[in-house]
Structure formats: C-alpha cells, structure tokens
C-alpha cells in the first residue's frame, strides 16, 4: 500500500466522521416549538376575527368592524385586526349591566 492511498483513506473516514457528527448534531437538536399563530400569543391570549366577533354578537361584519373603530379593543397583526376574547367577554359584560341599567330606568332624563 503506498502513502497516497492510506491518505485519501484517512482523508475519506474523515469526512464520513464529520459528517455523521453533523448528523448526530441535528438528531440531538431539540423539536422546534411551533410559533403562535395570529389566533393564539405567547400568553395564550386568543385573539378573535371579525366574521368570529359577529356569530358571536349576532351581529354583520360591518357592524363588527364599526365596534372596532371604538367600543372593541383591537390588536392589529400587519394588516389584519383581531380582538382579544377577553376584551370581547368584557364587552359584553358592560352591554348587559349598560342594559340592565337602562331597563331600571337610570338613564331617563324624565324619571324623578
């Protein structure tokens, strides 16, 4: 056997030694966690569209996007706009004690 050969040998298990190091590397590595989508954050905080907001509510699109404008809390992603549930839980909330105020006649300017 001459010097080059036992070289290029040495030189070949080389490389196959490295390369099953970078193998053993990555199958050690640990499973990537996947990132939060624009539904769920980091917290777990669930963040709801606009056609989600209205079956809840009762209520069109349109009219979801004008509670946006002011009454609904938003969380804008780029271009898109989302609400929090809470937010919208808590929403909700102020709309029943508004209404059972208003039923109880607290807001009539006529009431004595």
């Known amino acids: 056997m001459n010097n080059s050969s036992a070289i290029d040998k040495h030189a070949i298990v080389a490389q196959i030694v490295a390369q ?3 193998l053993l ?12 989508g ?3 954050t980091k ?3 669930q963040l709801l569209r ?6 809840v509510l009762s209520v ?6 004008r509670l946006m404008k002011g ?3 938003t ?9 929090a549930k809470s937010d919208l839980e808590q929403y909700i909330e102020r709309r029943r004690q508004y209404d059972k105020r208003r039923k109880a006649g607290e807001f009539d300017s006529y009431a004595s």
């Open 20 to 22: 099953n190091q970078q």
């Open 25 to 36: 590397e990555l199958l050690m590595m640990p499973e990537p966690q996947p990132a939060p």
């Open 38 to 40: 624009p539904e769920q």
């Open 43 to 45: 917290e777990g905080t």
């Open 50 to 55: 606009a056609n989600e907001i209205a079956k």
């Open 60 to 65: 069109s699109e349109p009219e979801v996007y």
């Open 71 to 73: 009454e609904l809390p």
């Open 75 to 83: 969380v804008h992603l780029g271009r898109s706009v989302r609400v």
